[in-house]
């Protein structure tokens, strides 16, 4: 399938991706504080400011919509999976002192920047998952996990991974990136694993 080429950026679509990129920076920003205060959001705000202005990044372009019912039940889903998380990993390290890991590539369905930055920081921010590298030409994550220990935790791992994107396109994807979420349901095993610390 071949892309259309892409029209130029209004100056109306630039200020907004502008201001969804500041909102998105300190919006991480705070979330990686833990506490939501006044000074976290100024401080969110300079440095947002400072990154796009001395390393500007390629344009992402946002060409979806907000939706606020499914953003609110992404937002909710996003904090159960942080406290179910959090539990699993301290009865974790009080359980093993050497818990089984895992690199686990994961190929997203929707193939655009904003896509993968989104799902990578949501990985990122939940503890037990760290994402190591995201491949922009294939669209592919690559998770380092922690407490996988067979084949069957990987593929429940990766779909997952496939479920948050889907939570997040419906929140703010466009049409079309929803319906290829629609169609293009996982069938079986795909990507890579790579398994550490199981025996040999």
Known sequence: ??????????????????????????????????????????????????????????????????????????????????????????WLAVRSRHPHSAIIAVPLRVNTDLNLTLNAEALSLVPGSLILEADRRTGTLY????????????????????????RIVAAVGSAEELDLIRRSAPTGPSGSVELEGAPT
């Open 1 to 90: 399938m071949t892309s259309q080429p892409k029209a130029p950026l209004t100056p109306r679509d630039r200020w907004r991706n502008r201001a969804i990129a500041v909102t998105g920076l300190v919006t991480v920003w705070v979330l990686l504080w833990g506490t939501f205060s006044w000074a976290n959001v100024i401080s969110g705000l300079v440095v947002a400011t400072v990154l796009l202005v001395v390393f500007p990044l390629p344009p992402v372009t946002f060409a979806g919509r907000i939706r606020p019912v499914p953003l609110l039940r992404f937002l909710a889903r996003f904090l159960r999976d942080l406290v179910v998380a959090s539990v699993q990993i301290a």
């Open 143 to 166: 998770v380092h996990v922690i407490g996988i220990r067979s084949l069957d935790e990987v593929e429940r791992f990766r779909q997952s991974v496939l479920e948050l994107e889907g």
